[in-house]
């Protein structure tokens, strides 16, 4: 009669080992590209910011200009007309 014996052996411990090896390392490696895409939202986020703060001011600057020149356009030096 041969059953199934009571303790493992030597290569199925191996085998448990490298699954558990394995699965550990998975969850390292998942951990690190969570951390690392949260890392690049964050920056895409800062840079996001940035660009928008730059062109709302070059919004503003061009308002701004086209203000004054419609200022200079209004305030122009008439010429004296000289009756004769």
Do not use: C, H
Not at 1 to 23: C, D, H, V, W, Y
Not at 40 to 66: C, F, G, H, I, Y
């Amino acid at each position: 009669m041969t059953g199934k014996k009571s303790e493992p052996s030597p290569e199925s411990i191996a085998r448990a080992n490298r699954q558990r090896l394995a699965f550990e390392e998975g969850v390292r490696a998942m951990a690190d590209v969570e951390r690392e895409a949260a890392a690049v939202r964050k920056n895409m986020e800062r840079l996001r910011a940035l660009r928008e703060a730059k062109e709302a001011e070059k919004e503003a600057e061009a308002v701004k200009t086209d203000a004054d020149s419609d200022k200079a356009a209004t305030k122009t030096k008439r010429k004296k007309r000289v009756s004769k």
